[in-house]
């Protein structure tokens, strides 16, 4: 009798557990994956959900003025296509929860969603299958996914005030003209947590092409203390001081998650050797703290063009230290960027979220499920019983 009534338990534990994996396997719109790290164990951020769960986001169609090519191209020549509007961003899984609503945003809010193209480099180190995941939550989008062999910058990166920082892929942005196709000659770069609420057209048609000393166009912070971003081994130097000298205009603080950058100069000029070369500076004189940025103040500081600041709302993740709320700056907002220490999408998780943080829960797609406690809490009643 006891054996009976064990058989009967466990196979209806068996049909429950079956019964709720078709469910989810076939519910409309959702798309599970299974994330494992290097090891092939899970990865332990989803340890108690075994399954990474976004939603398929809406479909977004053309306008009737937008320009229409032929579906039937393929690859090599759609990269061509003078009609898309090229967008470069990082997937990595800690942050791909923002890159999936920053890509949601993106489509949401423009007029010719078709005439996307998106561009995504993950770390070589990564065995996780970020084509699946976009293709799946995005069923129409264009995008390709590149390689990022992070061994090119690992001996380059120094130590910064804060441990994200020194992830490989903040660095990828400075090889964006060798990895994405040659064909490619101009990109919008987005860091994974920001949220665009306006045409992207509106920024792919920045003009780069007036001056030939132009190759990234940003918004500028003219009242920001440029100083700041360099050690006193650096402004004590005169070796260093000539840097800025002979610019048209002064140098101004500007950040990097928000660029257009035009690859065809970049790689004309040799513009990531020219990086590069700062950071060797930096692992033997020490001349700055913060990250990949410093080197592109360097480099650019003087020759960006200027976007307006509607662009990038950014700081809204706080200090880099610390994990503090900021409310959005005074003017017209096209873009929200959660720069700093703190994500809406932690924050909203830890039940502590900041005011702005509601303005990007909206375009999350991702489906939260604790289905290890579930299951645990069935098998337990089932038991008892």
Same mark, same amino acid.
């Given at each position: 009798m006891k054996e009976m009534f064990l058989f009967r338990s466990i196979f209806c534990l068996f049909f429950f557990f079956s019964t709720c994996l078709l469910l989810f396997s076939s519910a409309n719109g959702i798309r599970s994956f299974k994330i494992r790290d290097n090891n092939g164990h899970e990865n332990n951020e989803f340890k108690d959900a075994s399954f990474l769960q976004f939603k398929e986001a809406p479909e977004y169609r053309n306008q009737q003025s937008c320009t229409v090519f032929d579906e039937r191209n393929n690859l090599q020549e759609l990269l061509c296509e003078p009609s898309l509007v090229h967008i470069a961003m990082t997937l990595d899984l800690e942050y791909l929860r923002g890159s999936l609503a920053a890509v949601h945003s993106v489509v949401k809010h423009t007029s010719c969603p078709e005439n996307l193209f998106f561009h995504f480099i993950i770390s070589s180190e990564s065995d996780a299958d970020f084509a699946s995941i976009v293709q799946s939550s995005f069923p129409s989008l264009k995008f390709k996914v590149y390689v990022f062999n992070v061994r090119l910058v690992n001996a380059l990166i120094s130590p910064s005030i804060r441990e994200a920082l020194e992830n490989p892929l903040n660095y990828a942005r400075s090889y964006l003209a060798d990895l994405l196709d040659q064909g490619v000659e101009r990109v919008i770069y987005l860091d994974s947590d920001v949220i665009v609420v306006d045409d992207i057209q509106k920024l792919w048609k920045v003009s780069l092409k007036d001056s030939s000393s132009k190759v990234i166009g940003a918004p500028e912070y003219c009242h920001a203390n440029f100083t700041r971003y360099f050690s006193y081994e650096?402004?004590?130097?005169? $070796?260093?001081? %000539?840097? /800025? $000298? !002979?610019?048209?205009?002064?140098?101004?603080? /500007?950040?990097?998650?928000?660029? @257009?950058? =035009?690859? !065809?100069?970049?790689?004309? !000029?040799?513009?990531?050797? &020219?990086?590069?070369?700062?950071?060797?500076?930096? %692992?033997? &004189?020490?001349? +700055?703290?913060?990250?990949?940025?410093?080197? /592109?103040?360097?480099? /650019?500081?003087?020759?960006? $063009?200027?976007? $307006?600041?509607?662009?990038?709302?950014?700081? #809204? !993740?706080?200090?880099?230290?610390?994990? *503090?709320?900021?409310? #959005?700056?005074?003017?017209?907002?096209?873009?929200?960027?959660? *720069?700093?220490?703190? %994500?809406?999408?932690?924050? #909203? =998780?830890?039940?502590?979220?900041? #005011? @702005?943080? +509601?303005?990007?829960?909206?375009?999350?797609? +991702?489906?939260q499920h604790d289905h290890h406690h579930h299951r645990h809490r069935i098998a337990k009643r089932l038991a008892d019983s």
């Amino acid at each position: 009798m006891k054996e009976m009534f064990l058989f009967r338990s466990i196979f209806c534990l068996f049909f429950f557990f079956s019964t709720c994996l078709l469910l989810f396997s076939s519910a409309n719109g959702i798309r599970s994956f299974k994330i494992r790290d290097n090891n092939g164990h899970e990865n332990n951020e989803f340890k108690d959900a075994s399954f990474l769960q976004f939603k398929e986001a809406p479909e977004y169609r053309n306008q009737q003025s937008c320009t229409v090519f032929d579906e039937r191209n393929n690859l090599q020549e759609l990269l061509c296509e003078p009609s898309l509007v090229h967008i470069a961003m990082t997937l990595d899984l800690e942050y791909l929860r923002g890159s999936l609503a920053a890509v949601h945003s993106v489509v949401k809010h423009t007029s010719c969603p078709e005439n996307l193209f998106f561009h995504f480099i993950i770390s070589s180190e990564s065995d996780a299958d970020f084509a699946s995941i976009v293709q799946s939550s995005f069923p129409s989008l264009k995008f390709k996914v590149y390689v990022f062999n992070v061994r090119l910058v690992n001996a380059l990166i120094s130590p910064s005030i804060r441990e994200a920082l020194e992830n490989p892929l903040n660095y990828a942005r400075s090889y964006l003209a060798d990895l994405l196709d040659q064909g490619v000659e101009r990109v919008i770069y987005l860091d994974s947590d920001v949220i665009v609420v306006d045409d992207i057209q509106k920024l792919w048609k920045v003009s780069l092409k007036d001056s030939s000393s132009k190759v990234i166009g940003a918004p500028e912070y003219c009242h920001a203390n440029f100083t700041r971003y360099f050690s006193y081994e650096f402004w004590s130097s005169s $070796e260093f001081l %000539k840097i /800025f $000298e !002979g610019k048209k205009k002064r140098p101004c603080y /500007f950040n990097t998650g928000v660029m @257009v950058m =035009d690859l !065809g100069k970049w790689r004309k !000029g040799e513009y990531t050797k &020219r990086i590069e070369k700062w950071m060797k500076v930096q %692992k033997e &004189r020490r001349i +700055y703290e913060l990250g990949s940025l410093p080197p /592109f103040l360097l480099v /650019f500081g003087g020759d960006v $063009e200027p976007i $307006e600041h509607r662009w990038n709302q950014h700081g #809204l !993740g706080g200090d880099n230290v610390a994990d *503090s709320c900021r409310s #959005l700056h005074p003017g017209p907002v096209s873009l929200m960027h959660w *720069s700093g220490k703190g %994500k809406p999408w932690k924050r #909203l =998780d830890a039940k502590k979220p900041c #005011l @702005v943080d +509601y303005l990007w829960k909206p375009y999350d797609l +991702y489906l939260q499920h604790d289905h290890h406690h579930h299951r645990h809490r069935i098998a337990k009643r089932l038991a008892d019983s």
